[in-house]
């Protein structure tokens, strides 16, 4: 199976006065030291992610999914300099299964009381595919 790996890249000008010159649509070395952030949930498997949202406080949420084995619900945060927030989950990522054949999950919107709310479906074996809903 061909291995893919999530990639979370965010292109940014720095502000007049910085160090040095970047042009824009360069990437931003302040995130990650590169400009992006790559992350391995499923070794050997696929993942996506589908929807990013940015927290007041400059962190960063990416919902989708990924399969292991079963495709699962995935949710990261990183914090604003592109490294994995080690307070959210277990280092930063949430897998989460509800229907047991197949979650994925599509869009992502913060509260503002910083809850975290999730729009996504889930495969049932009697059901077929449904919409859920959930908030972290």
């Known amino acids: ?31 990650n030291n590169v400009g992006y952030a790559i992350t391995n949930v499923a ?38 300099d592109g490294s994995l927030d080690t307070d959210f989950g277990t280092g930063g990522v949430v897998l989460t299964s509800i229907g047991g054949l197949g979650d994925a999950a599509h ?5 503002a009381d910083g809850r975290i709310v999730v729009a996504g479906s889930s495969l049932t074996a009697n059901d077929g595919e449904l919409l859920a809903v959930l908030r972290y």
């Open 43 to 80: 070794p050997d498997r696929y993942e996506y992610i589908q929807d990013i949202a940015v927290q007041a406080d400059g962190r960063i949420v990416a919902v989708g999914f990924a399969n292991t084995p079963t495709k699962v619900i995935i949710v990261l945060r990183y914090l604003p």
């Open 107 to 111: 869009r992502v919107v913060i509260q």
């Open 1 to 31: 199976m061909q291995h893919r790996t999530l990639l979370l890249a965010l292109a940014a000008c720095v502000p007049i006065g910085s160090l040095y010159a970047q042009q824009s649509g360069d990437l931003d070395s302040t995130f």
